[in-house]
């Protein structure tokens, strides 16, 4: 049997990361488990992963830090290459949400850095430290058709929310990043793809709840049904699995239609 590839998903403690790493771990992968603060739930994901592996070479070392910081970036991804060995793929899947939504006339400066840094920034310069690796080592992916790289974005790269401008900017921004990596490292047998989520069960969307099942079930997304943790999971299996070969630069809807133009 072949040596598991070796994949960190950033935040990965819980929500839609979780949802990716089980579905990794399911395929035979050893994950690196992120996390910024919430250590136990980070354990709980790497139990679940152990729970949900193939084979007893997998392992689930868990990693810390805020991806915003560039010494905590630094720190994670040499302790990611410690705990698996290497690194075959990067999903980079860890985000926030701004902590106060304001209308764009009173939104402020503090939480605007705050939210581009952990989710433009940080996914941006943690590829670039992939990249640099995968460069120094252009022979070494486990995986079918080289290296992946993942930028996990959102429905708000392309649809607005005048109440939280900075996340929309921010996941705009992940949808250009992930086609300068995939231009830059095409050559290199590195794949890039970006992830649009739509709405998606998470702890992000617990507090809207309510007002999204209205809007699900009036059609607002085609296939009338919340997204869940697993539907990325799945995604992301099939792209590192090696299931859309002749494939870069491009972003995949994971949003039951929502993206769609209706009359």
Sequence with gaps: MSSPARILVTGSSRGLGRGVALALAADGHSVAIHYSGNREAAEQTAAACAAAAKSPDQVFPLVQGNIGLAADRERMFADTLAGLGGLDALI?????????RADLT????????????????????????????????????????????????????????????????????????????ASRLAEHNVQVIELR???????????????????????????????????????????????????????????????????
């Design 92 to 100: 980079n899947n860890a985000g926030i949400a701004p902590r106060v």
């Design 106 to 181: 009173e939104a402020t400066e503090d939480v605007f850095d705050e939210v581009i840094a952990v989710n433009l920034k940080g996914p941006y310069f943690l590829s670039q430290l992939a990249a640099r690796h995968w460069l120094a080592h252009p022979d070494d992916s486990r995986l079918p058709f080289g290296y992946k790289l993942v930028f996990v974005s959102s429905l708000s790269a392309t649809a607005g929310s005048i109440n939280r401008g900075e996340y929309c900017i921010s996941k705009a921004g992940i949808a250009m990043a992930n086609q300068l990596w």
């Design 197 to 263: 989520p739509g709405i998606m069960a998470t702890d992000m969307t617990a507090g809207v709840k309510d007002k999204y099942d209205r809007l699900l079930a009036e059609g607002l997304v085609p296939q009338k049904r919340w997204g869940n943790p697993e539907d990325l999971g799945l995604a992301v299996r099939a792209i590192v699995g090696g299931h859309f070969p002749f494939t870069t630069g491009d972003a995949i809807n994971i949003d039951g239609g929502f993206h769609l133009r209706r009359l």
